[in-house]
């Protein structure tokens, strides 16, 4: 019960039934989301490119490079996941947060550690931003040595048992699509995989109320992901986006998909040719929404630098070598707002 007075949980405002948003929660001008003037999937602007990897849709390599080089994410169907698991975790995700308060306060992350796994709302150390319009629950899941399926929800029933199976196939699926990058770069299949050394994965399911002025707030402020990938699985309501080209550009949700999220290390292992993506989630006044994102990282001891074979007299060295465990510990003490952390590694900046 003491975690629930250091942290408040965005659901028990709404709950509460707070017509207008808090101040916390209210965000500068230049930040808010403007909806009314986003960028719209259906016009003739597009979004993220969709891959299909099965046997019918052809050598998937040269689409991903194309995908990486422009976007920074994109969508993969026939991934070889079975549909029915991405569907079981989005409503096992959906009856934790459905939940009494109480039984999800037995699960409760740790307010004064960052990245600390449970249930949670704040994600960032420092205390003055402003903050986002969501509530969390963080699985750490893999290497082994750090899964604890005991501090993960008890209900439903199953719960534990379809984490472990969604860990086990997104880490899978993550070094397929980490091979497919590397050959997209002219590097060796195990290129990425092995310079990203023992996967640290993160499963974080991300839960965004309903929110009383959603042109105040953001579900998630605007960040690139600090690992190597991420792979994100949402339910049918519209919130994530993508910055291209200076505008927000929505990530249409395509049920059987999983959408994929080049993350820092690779823009740095890639010498600057991929970019991670910048992206962030808006919120809405009528429908709670629902995400699950799968980290994939390299350890904190792990030191990460551009692959010598990119290194030539066009594209000379873009970025420092930076160990791992440095890199988070800055993301979360500064915050992921304004210049991206990976600038911080630039040579000449
Ligand atoms: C994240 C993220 C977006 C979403 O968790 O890093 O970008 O749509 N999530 O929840
Ligand atoms: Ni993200």
Not at 80 to 88: I, K, Y
Not at 276 to 305: M, Q
Not at 324 to 349: C, F, H, T
Request: net charge negative; glycine share 6%; charged share 25%.
């Amino acid at each position: 019960m003491e975690a629930a007075a250091e942290t408040q949980r965005v659901q028990t405002l709404v709950e509460a039934g707070v017509a207008h948003l808090p101040a916390r929660y209210v965000q500068p001008p230049e930040l808010r989301p403007h909806l009314s003037r986003r960028r719209d999937v259906t016009a003739d602007c597009g979004s993220i490119p969709v891959v299909d990897l099965g046997p019918s849709g052809g050598d998937p390599v040269p689409a991903i490079g194309r995908a990486c080089r422009e976007w920074g994410a994109f969508q993969v169907v026939n991934h070889g996941v079975r549909p029915g698991l991405l569907e079981e975790v989005r409503a096992m995700g959906s009856s934790f947060f459905r939940a009494p308060m109480e039984a999800k306060l037995r699960f409760a992350c740790d307010p004064r550690s960052p990245a600390s796994e449970g249930y949670g709302s704040r994600m960032l150390a420092k205390d003055d931003g402003v903050l986002d319009w969501r509530d969390y629950f963080d699985h750490h899941a893999l290497p082994e040595s750090r899964r604890n399926p005991s501090r993960w929800p008890d209900f439903p029933s199953n719960y534990r048992d379809v984490v472990i199976e969604y860990s086990n196939n997104m880490k899978k699926l993550a070094q397929t699509l980490l091979c497919m990058i590397s050959q997209s770069l002219g590097l060796p299949p195990l290129y990425i995989e092995e310079a990203v050394g023992e996967v640290y994965q993160n499963i974080t399911i991300s839960y965004y109320p309903p929110c009383p002025q959603p042109d105040l707030a953001l579900g998630l402020q605007s960040h690139s992901d600090m690992g190597a990938i991420t792979l994100l699985i949402q339910d049918d309501v519209e919130g994530l986006e993508v910055l291209k080209d200076g505008e927000w550009v929505q990530v249409q949700p395509l049920s059987d998909a999983v959408v994929v999220i080049l993350a820092d290390q690779t823009e740095v292992i890639s010498n600057g040719e991929y970019k991670s993506a910048v992206h962030r989630a808006v919120v809405n006044a009528h429908h709670p929404r629902l995400s699950v994102a799968t980290f994939y990282d390299p350890c904190k001891t792990r030191k990460i630098y551009p692959a010598m074979q990119l290194i030539t007299k066009q594209s000379p060295l873009k970025f420092r070598e930076v160990l791992y465990g440095d890199y988070v510990s800055s993301w979360y003490s500064k915050g992921p707002e304004g210049k991206r952390n990976i600038d911080a590694l630039l040579i000449n900046q």
